[in-house]
DNA sequence: GATGGTCTGTGCGACAACACACATAGCGGA
DNA sequence: TCCGCTATGTGTGTTGTCGCACAGACCATC
C-alpha cells in the first residue's frame, strides 16, 4: 500500500523468505523466463549454466537410466528452487529436469548464486533448508516406490501435482504419469480409472479435474504427508537461526 | 617420516581431504567412539546431538514406515559422514540411522561443526560435496528400487557393502538384507542361493564371503557405477574450487 | 550327544504389475 | 462427414514377489 512495496509480487517462496534486502540484492540477477511443457532445463552431466526458481508450473527431477528410460524422484514447485546441486558447491548434477506442468520462473547465472552465497546470509540459510527437504522428499520417494502399490502412489502423485497446479485442472496424459511412476500407460489407465469411478478425480484426453481432494489425500500413501510435514518443518521459524541454537 | 606428522592416520576420508591446519582447528572437537551392530544414531525427528565420521563400519540411512517397516536409503562408509542435516542447518531429520556392520568413528557435537562452518573454508565445501554426493545415491537408489529385479539390487547391495567392509568376508544375514531391500527374507534366500550356485559369494549361517567381485558387479545394476562415478566426480580435484569457477 | 535355537532352503497358492494386442472414443482437419 | 490421430479402455497369459508354512542344517550348551 505504501509506495516503496515491491512491484511485482515475488511468487517463488524461497525468494519470497528472503529479508527485503537480500532479495534487492539478487534482483540485478533475476531474470525472468517460461518454463514449456516437456523443456529440458538441465541434463544428466552437463555444467549448470543457471539456477530456476519458479513461479508457478512443475518441475519434474529424473534419473535416466542407461537404456534412457527416466524415472521420477522429485518434484519442484514454487515452493522450491532448480539447482541445489550449485547450493552444494556442484557445477553439474546427474539429474535430468524436465517441465512436466508449463508456467515462468525467474532464474540467476549459476556463478552469481555462488558469489551471493558467500556471506552465509539469510539466502544461504533459506536455500540449504530447502535442500534438505528436497533430500527428504527423495528419500521418501525412495522408501514409497518399494513399500507403496501404485493406486497410492498415484494418489499421491496427483496430491503433489494439484498443490502446485493453479487449479483444480490440469493437463495431465495417462501416458506421461506412467513414465513419471515407472508403469506402463495401461496401469495408470486402470487405476485413474478406478479413481474415477470413485469421483476423487475426472479425466478426458488429457485433461485431469481434482474433484474430491480430501478423499484423494485419504487414498494417497502416507508418503504425501511426511514430505509435507519436513518442509513445514525446514521453513519453521523456530529454526531458522542456522549457528545460534 | 617426519616428526610432525600427524599421530593417527585419518582412516575417514572426509577428514582426510581437510588440510593440516583446518584439521587441527577440528581436532579439539573430536571424539572417538565405537559403532555396534544394530545401534541407533538418530531417530527420526529427533534433535540432532552429534555428527559422525566413520574409520570403518556401516551406516544404513531408512525412511520408517507408520507400521514401523524400515526401508533402505542410503548407506555411508568411511567415504562419508552422518549428518548432513546439520550441514544444511537443519536441528533434526526425518532419517533413522542404524549401525548395519560394526566399526568405530569419530564424532563431533553438533553445535561445534555449525560453529566451524561459518568461515566457508574448505570443510564447508568438502562436507557440501559430500551431501551432493549422497543426495545422488538417495535419488539413483529412488530410481533403482522401481526399475531393477531383486538379483542386481542384491549383487549392487553386496558390492556397496564390500566396499566398505575390512576384508571379502562380513557378517550379515539373510533376514537383515531382506529388511534392508525391503522384501521378504525367502526372497533373499532364494536369490542369495543363486548368486552362491554361481560361485560369486559363498555364506553360512550369517557370514557373506565376497568369491568374484568383477562377476558380482557385472550382475548388479547400473546403479551401482552410477553412484560411485558422481561421487568421484564430487570429490574430484577439478571442482575443489567452490566460487572461484 | 541330545536339545533347543537360529539360520537357511523350499513348496505352493495368491496377486500386482508386465507385455502386448486390440478395441473404443473423442477431436481436428480436409 | 469422413478420416486419421491420439487418448483411453480392456483381455489374456506371464512373471516376480509375497505370504506363509514347514523342512533341513548348523551351532552352542549342558
Redesign the pocket.
Known sequence: MHRNSRPPPIQNQLLAALPDKEYKRLLPHLESVSLSFMEVLYESGEPITHIYFPNDGLISLLIVMEDETPREVGLIGNEGMLGTAVVLGMKTTPIRALIQMPGSAVRMKAQALREELKPGGRLQSVLQRYTHALFTQVSQSAACT?S????P?LARWLMMTHDRAPGDEFV???????MM?????????????SL?NEKMIR??????TILDRSRLEATACECYGAVKAEYARSTAKSSINTASG
Chains 1, 2 share one sequence.
Do not use: D, N
Request: net charge positive; proline share 0%.
Open positions: 518399494g507403496h502399490e501404485l493406486k502412489r495431465m496424459k495417462h501416458e506421461f504419469m506412467a511412476l515407472g508403469v506402463t500407460r495401461s496401469m495408470v489407465t486402470r487405476v485413474a480409472g474415477q479425466y478426458t484426453r488429457g485433461q485431469v
